[in-house]
């Protein structure tokens, strides 16, 4: 999910304030870092390799590189609008973790409170210990899981795509999932329709460790949504928007494509040996559905311009705008490692509450700068955060896939970060 990532920005550059983010780049169009980006995403899209990309790198809210290239819809060829509407699937998490971490400043809950205080249906969860899907034996929890837990994917709850264990077939047969199509297969049972559906399900479903005992990539922040319902009585979507969106001017991001902004929507496309092939066209996606499960770990939708506002929100510390969202006590504590994760990398990195972070030794070994803290989505969306630098990077796409294609746009975006940072 993470690759390399670029340390410091340029200090001589022209900068505006801190607060904000400015809505034109910077740095010339014709600078050699930004043309070397545009020239390999160009290619890429030439080569079909990519449909079309939106890069944005940033510095105290100042735009070193803003670069949009390719088409929203390839056969179509309508061109990718710099105002374009991306699906950002896990880069949705963090969203809904600095959603969980305002509840917890504003008293609400608790990091330790066991999640089955808000979730009744998780008491007496139970976890695999060993047998097939139809035969299995488990036992009881040691300890309720917490919303620390949940933050940091160590709740012993898992996807269904992420494994072929009993455990995950279980997930499968019984529809523990959110309808959307990331891992999904035709033999899987139906999908739960919304957020207390999903959580009755993970109640009656095995759990794959004890709780606090490894990281899963998991519903876990799907799950938080759920509790972020529960605790403040709004909707999911509801409480986003007020406390979180409107107060960032984040207006084209949210959970639905209304009729208005079906335009900008893009394609979705997987990357295939042969291709980039068509996944879900705009009209019939599941953000047409107002009444879909509010997924709040991957079910958000947005401009880059919105998620740059977000991003350098976190750079600054929980301030944009003279509007402070978080405390820098808070953001402190999101930016600490909690647990080392495996399989996203050459090596373990750290990951704090809803971010995998740069330490010493990843910085060290080519990695994350330490410091910095990233993450991204299964259609290719990616961004990093560097806190000492207020510098951002983010990079929003639209097709699913690991490949070469995602090598291709990842190593566009680090090489330009690393450029802009030594001119």
């Known amino acids: 999910m993470m690759r390399r990532a670029a340390w410091m920005l340029a200090a001589a550059m022209p900068l505006v304030s801190i607060a ?4 034109r780049p910077v740095v010339s169009a014709a600078s050699p870092a930004v043309a070397t980006l545009r020239a390999t995403l160009e290619a890429g899209v030439a080569q079909g390799r990519i449909p079309g990309a939106h890069v944005i790198i940033a510095r105290d809210g100042a735009r070193l590189a803003d670069v949009t290239v390719g088409y929203a819809d390839i056969a179509a060829q309508t061109p990718l ?31 330790d409170d066991p999640a089955e205080k808000y979730l009744p249906e998780w008491h007496d969860m139970r976890v695999y210990v060993s047998g097939g899907l139809d035969d299995m034996v488990t036992e009881p929890v040691d300890r309720p899981i917490t919303i620390a837990d949940l933050l940091t994917h160590t709740s012993g ?10 455990v995950h077939q279980y997930y499968r047969k019984y529809g523990v999932m959110r309808d959307t199509p990331v891992g999904r297969t035709p033999q899987d049972g139906p999908p ?34 759920a509790i972020v319902e529960r605790v403040s009585g709004e909707r999911l979507d509801r409480f986003l928007k007020a406390h979180l969106f409107d107060p960032l001017g984040m207006r ?5 494509i209304s009729n208005a902004a079906l335009p900008r929507f893009t394609t979705l496309y997987t990357e295939t040996p042969e291709g980039l092939t068509v996944t879900e066209l705009p009209e019939n996606s599941d953000y047409r559905d107002t009444g879909r499960l509010l997924d709040g770990g991957g079910a958000i939708a947005g401009t880059a311009d919105d998620y740059l506002r977000f991003a350098q929100m976190l750079a600054n510390g929980g301030v944009l705008d003279g509007k402070r969202i978080l405390s820098e006590a808070t953001i402190d504590a999101m930016f600490t490692p909690h647990v080392m994760i495996a399989g996203f990398g050459p090596d373990p990195i750290p990951f704090g509450y809803g971010f995998a972070l740069g330490d010493a030794a990843s910085e060290a070994a080519g990695g994350l700068p330490a410091g910095t803290a990233s993450w991204s989505g299964s259609g290719n969306t990616y961004f990093f955060v560097d806190r000492k630098h207020h510098g951002v990077a983010l990079a929003m796409t639209h097709f699913l896939g690991a490949g070469p294609s995602q090598k291709l746009l990842r190593d566009a975006v680090d090489s330009a970060y690393r450029q802009l940072v030594n001119d």
């Open 81 to 111: 609008r710099p105002d374009a509407i991306f699906r950002l699937y896990s880069m949705s998490k963090p969203i809904t973790s600095v959603a969980i971490m305002m509840l917890v400043e504003q008293g609400k809950l608790a990091l």
């Open 20 to 23: 904000g983010c400015s809505e």
């Open 157 to 166: 709850i898992t996807y269904h795509f992420t494994g072929d264990t009993p």
């Open 192 to 225: 739960a329709r919304n957020l207390d559906e999903l959580v009755a399900r993970l109640g009656k479903a095995p759990m794959l460790h004890q709780p606090g005992q490894e990281f899963a990539y998991s519903y876990s922040t799907t799950v938080l949504g």
């Open 252 to 256: 084209d991001t949210g959970f639905f």
